[in-house]
């Protein structure tokens, strides 16, 4: 069910028995007009030229765009399935159509409906990867996981996964069901999942996903001023990027780029570089919806970093240096 290590990218291992996937994966959230608008066209063609330059990991979720960007990622993958790791996920879903995430929904039957539903619309068989997107705190997570277990017992799923988990319930789920994965976000600007998140799936053999590995592309270096964002860019609504937090944010990304410039690479590629060097067992699942920032991504696998510049690089983006919250304010 996992395909072979691409000729061209190097590969990584999601846990002890997870998929072999590339270095480097591709994050789908932004294909469904997250950060602005984009053709269904254009969204399908960035997946498949991704997978051409060895791409190995799509990872999507039935949320994003209400189902549609499953769609888009399976028309990608048509004619190609075994060249790709699909994960998705379930039990996190909108209040209103368009909405944000909002109700998390751990139940059984839910889970069940959620990935029978998301094997429709990717019009695949089976799941490589399937998360589960929350855990729900009014559902035990022994309850969520063990109907995932099911799902791969019947072999619509091919390995467990959890999202923005907390240590205790890693421990918990895995002890039901070995997890393959957890997807959480990481980053330069973003490292809660050093102290404590790191070290446990670590400790349990289970591979780290790294969303959000360019700061919702701040880290690239290309947006300026907040007016820059659309009115249907969601990052509006992110603390990061408003007011004065963007200016001192803003302020460190412009010595990210100067310590970029001086090694001949773009800031992404550094940001990318510091990340893959955290461990072999990060991948990174950066997005794009161009195929010129697709392979300037995929270059930062060939950057290796001196300690004392990822020594740098990681005292310049220290959590009392960056400013505002990770997540919006649910009010």
């Known amino acids: 069910m996992n395909p072979v290590d691409p000729p061209d990218l190097p590969g990584r291992r999601l846990g002890d028995a997870g998929p072999r996937v590339s270095a480097l994966g591709l994050g789908c959230l932004g294909l469904s007009g997250g950060y602005g608008p984009v053709s269904e066209a254009d969204a399908v063609d960035v997946v498949r030229h991704a997978i051409d330059l060895g791409v190995t990991l799509v990872d999507t979720a ?12 399976g028309r990608a993958v048509a004619g190609r399935r075994d060249e790709v790791v699909i994960a998705t996920r379930g039990g996190v879903r909108t209040a209103r159509p368009g909405g944000p995430p909002s109700v998390v929904d751990g139940r059984p039957v839910s889970l069940r409906d959620a990935c029978h539903a998301s094997l429709r619309r990717l019009g695949v068989d089976h ?32 390995h467990i996964g959890l999202s923005e988990a907390t240590p205790d319930q890693v421990r918990a789920a895995h002890s039901v ?3 393959s994965a957890l997807e959480t976000e990481y980053s330069l600007w973003e490292r809660h999942a050093e102290a404590a998140i790191l070290p446990t799936v670590r400790e349990l053999g289970i591979g780290f996903v790294a969303h959000t590995p360019l700061g919702k592309g701040m880290l690239t270096g290309v947006l300026r ?46 940001a990318l570089a510091w990340l893959l060097a955290r461990g072999d067992d990060v991948v990174p699942i950066p997005g794009t919806r161009s195929r010129d920032r697709l392979a300037e991504n995929l270059a930062a696998l060939r950057v290796r970093l001196p300690a004392d510049e990822s020594r740098r690089l990681t005292e310049l983006f220290t959590a009392d240096r960056v400013a505002g919250p990770r997540l919006p304010v649910r009010r």
């Open 62 to 73: 039935d949320f994003y765009g209400d189902g549609r960007n499953e769609e888009l990622v």
């Open 127 to 158: 799941i490589d990867l399937y998360y589960l997107g929350r855990v729900d705190p009014a559902v035990p997570v022994a309850d969520s996981v063990g109907a995932l277990a099911e799902l791969v017992q019947a072999g619509k799923v091919g």
């Open 177 to 179: 069901h070995p997890v």
């Open 225 to 270: 001023y907040p007016g820059e964002l659309g009115e249907r860019d969601m990052r509006r609504n992110h603390p990061r990027f408003q007011g004065t937090n963007f200016a001192r944010n803003r302020e460190l990304v412009d010595e990210l780029e100067l310590m970029a410039l001086a090694r001949g690479l773009t800031p992404a590629q550094l």
